[in-house]
């Protein structure tokens, strides 16, 4: 059985972040300096039940982080509400790659559709299929994350800056898939939307209302549908097979939680019909998912029998 | 909530047999003659529920088929009781591959280990690990599918020829796999081994066991532990992620279900905490997956509620 | 012994242009509107001997057509004279790649250096290290051209354009040269630039002064040496081996000539030490070659003895 | 001007063994005890003129080495002389292919057919169209090799027994070729074959005389064609672009000589209507291309204007 005890999980979770400070592991994202430049000892986790209650750990729930790659999951849910899996089945498969999260080589040799929507050209895809110009899709994004987070977030302008300055594979991407007609409209235009994508920042306590929301069937504390229940199931359907790129499988027999990293040190799980849960501590492993994120997520599945194969 | 009312759970399933009259999808597997003889209209569905009950539906329950990949769990789960899954890793990773069942370029460009054991040359290679020759490689694999089945299989004798006539990729994986010392012992034993391990044949009643042992924590009805709940726990995801090839990702969306495919026609589905289910049509997919079945599934876990992610 | 008997290898001429009359093979080149609106029955052929005499035969000696991928012969020439093969060799391999000449998958898998200069990644990444903006990259190119070809050529503009607008999957590469650091500056000035390259026009009877300065060791007619031996000896090398992309091998089997080959069906072969040969056919095969084109070179070498290899 | 005086080629032949002396890169090969058991200073070069004079150089022109790959060059020229080259491009195709000598990645994503006869999947194939058993196969080999040596080889039991031993990926390349019905008949007779192909000994001088055939238009020195000239200017130009695997391009560019590596240290070379030339010296580089071989040949090249493109 699912534990739920709150202060059973309460001392699960600062268990767990007692556990973080004999992990070493990761490094640093280096690719841009405000992500080089990240407190490496920081490490927080938070709790979100189904009935809305928040239980927390660590020491920075209520700072600021950019919310990197968990952010396609805001793209991904909003196309779903918007236009609906069989639609979304002609942009993007749902298919675990087995290569990088960047792969060009997998695009061109497996595409011309992007594998899943947790890969880069998957997000780039979907964010070429929101309409309008630059300021129009980002504008969109930021409705979806107020949305799915129940607060305004931020955009870090620095963080946006270094990702364009940083974006080339990015954008080898986004030109590959504009080849094969994959993309619509101005490439430029999408590719700002992706790098905005990246740069919004929010507190952990503020990000973990989107996987309760998932975990919840779509609706929010006070039970009314936020976004639907197929949008929910399907979303994290694609987490659990998708989310952390060529370490999903991995992750997935470790924690059983569907979750989706990003390589700012976040990352967002679902416990279904139990919880959501972030974990936030900025040192990542190569494939960019934070090592000690990892290590909680795998206590606290332990610890309170939140794996789904149980 | 997941559904168990067994009355509702019937008229779910005679439903089901019921759609795949209207689906004519998929062929039937070519490359032997026992299974390109296989009559295309017979379709079953049988599910065994956590309290030991058994509830069935459509016209070949009791008639025997061969297992085919969907026994490459029995190998799985008996390496993972024998030797944990900290040692299973040193053999094979437990990643989707986002590859054919048989690719050898992922295993030349990917491995030296294969992307994981549900792939040929993951199986092939956790083979490669039973102990002694030929004869005992395959008598451990009788025992543990008489474990795993309550019930003594049979080989095919036939099947068991034709896989070896036409085994000749599975041995290009074979002598790959050996060349870079990633599977020990006599490769003809191994390939023996795993010849035979397709060519058991069981009935869907039969074979529900297994499933139904996997969603009960490894306990049977009398609630005693045959196989540990560890090892079901990670039989479970590694199905999630990896038991349908390189559609397991769409079909973890469309049904929630943990499954393992073969290519006799075979499906066998998990339901953590509720119900094994076995489906039998015999056309399938070019990926080796019963169509029928994939629409039965699809359609229980609607209608019951059973997908992981509620 | 090699034929360089005049009014024979005029006769040879004039058949090679009979014979491409039975040939109907290939399809005019269909990205863009200029090569998609050629005329495909044009067809002709020049030869300029090592003592400067020019031959030819066919209905369109006169006529400009773009140069297309044969003038990445005109940047390697121009890198070699300036840097030396040492040199170039930081910034591109010299190796065929046996994959396609806009492969995307093969950089990324065997780079970041492109496998070779005659592919549209080398060419590129070749159009990087040419000095300053745009501009003066492509005034760099309009100098070589002339040197070249002996005469001052011109960008058809629309063909520009067209490259321009269709170049996606060039953008691609250029963006993923980028991303390992292989290109230098500013990326769109060096599509620039490499659309530019692909758009010059010239007649065949102009072209075919390349070829026979490769031929001639460097030199021109009065001995003069235009290009150093070293250059033209690893220019003709690269092309023995990477001139017609993945059919290279095959084409030099048939005709012994060290080639290179255009989209817009120009093919620019070399005799060492006896001549320069230009083709010009618009209807190309899946690889870009010049149906008529090859079948030319096969017949001149077989009748003239020109395979290198004999 | 190609210079065939014969004291300067003396002088060149014994220069370039001193070179050697200077040369310390490589390693023995250490897959079979015999090549690892060579001594890595031995160096020597042999060429033979057009008109059947031999010049040699180095101390070791008389002892036996096996042939290992440089004997594909046999197979491929008895089938060409059997069945002609359109059949053989039925079995295989003539293109460099950018990979390793061994990958079956590649055979497995651009196949069913090898890429050229100079890799091991192309000399498989076409030994498993030789007719008969693996003894009538071996014996039809000897035949061709005591045509084309001039002298019975002999076949060092050793090194076949070690080839056999520590042949799995050849044996993987086989049966996937066997998979895709490339080859003909018993796998394990034409790998036989495969394997005694690679053991054949002979000394650099007996060596020489097949690439002086293949230079000669494939005739002797009394002028008798041995073999059409057909096969030599076909085989010539097959070494040119793929004799020496993914390094065919650097090496023709540096030694403009069509040639064949064998990793026991022995390379054979043509300079077309010249000489053959044979090195050998047996630290090879990863690519299984001895390091002093190439760096002879790159003197004798230089040195007398023997590249293919002057």
Not at 6 to 29: P, R, W
Not at 204 to 219: M, R, S, W
């Amino acid at each position: 059985m699912k534990i739920t005890d709150e202060s059973k999980i309460l001392k699960v979770l600062d268990d767990a972040i007692e556990l973080t400070k004999n992990c070493n592991l990761g490094e640093l994202a280096q690719y841009i300096p405000e992500l080089a430049a990240q407190d490496p000892s920081q490490a927080s986790i938070v709790v979100k039940l189904k009935n809305g209650k928040v239980l927390s750990s660590g020491n920075c729930q209520q700072s600021l982080f950019t919310l990197q790659s968990t952010s396609k999951l805001v793209v991904l849910i909003g196309m779903l509400e918007k236009f609906g899996i069989q639609k979304i089945y002609d942009w993007v498969m749902v298919e675990p790659s087995g290569d990088d999260f960047a792969s060009v080589a997998r695009l061109d040799q497996f595409g011309p559709r992007p594998s899943n929507p947790m890969l880069n050209s998957g997000a780039i895809t979907l964010c070429s299929h929101i309409k309008g110009n630059s300021e129009e899709k980002i504008h969109w994004i930021e409705e979806w994350l107020e949305k799915l987070l129940n607060k305004k977030p931020h955009l870090n302008a620095k963080v946006f800056a270094s990702e364009r300055r940083t974006g080339d594979r990015n954008r080898a991407l986004a030109y590959l898939l504009k080849s094969s007609n994959m993309i619509e409209g101005n490439v430029e235009w999408i590719l700002e939307t992706y790098f905005a994508l990246c740069s919004f920042e929010v507190s952990p306590l503020d990000a973990c209302y989107l996987p309760f929301l998932l975990a919840n069937g779509g609706k929010n504390a006070a039970g009314e549908q936020v976004i639907s229940l197929q949008t929910a199931i399907q979303t994290i359907s694609i987490m659990a097979t998708c989310g952390l790129y060529n370490e999903s499988g991995t992750h997935l027999v470790k924690t059983g939680m569907p979750s989706k990293s990003g390589v700012s040190g976040y990352m967002i799980a679902v416990v279904p019909d139990v919880a959501g849960i972030v974990t936030f501590s900025p040192k990542v492993n190569p494939k960019g998912t934070s090592e000690r994120g990892s290590l909680m997520l795998e206590h606290v599945s332990r610890e309170l029998n939140w794996h789904f194969a149980i």
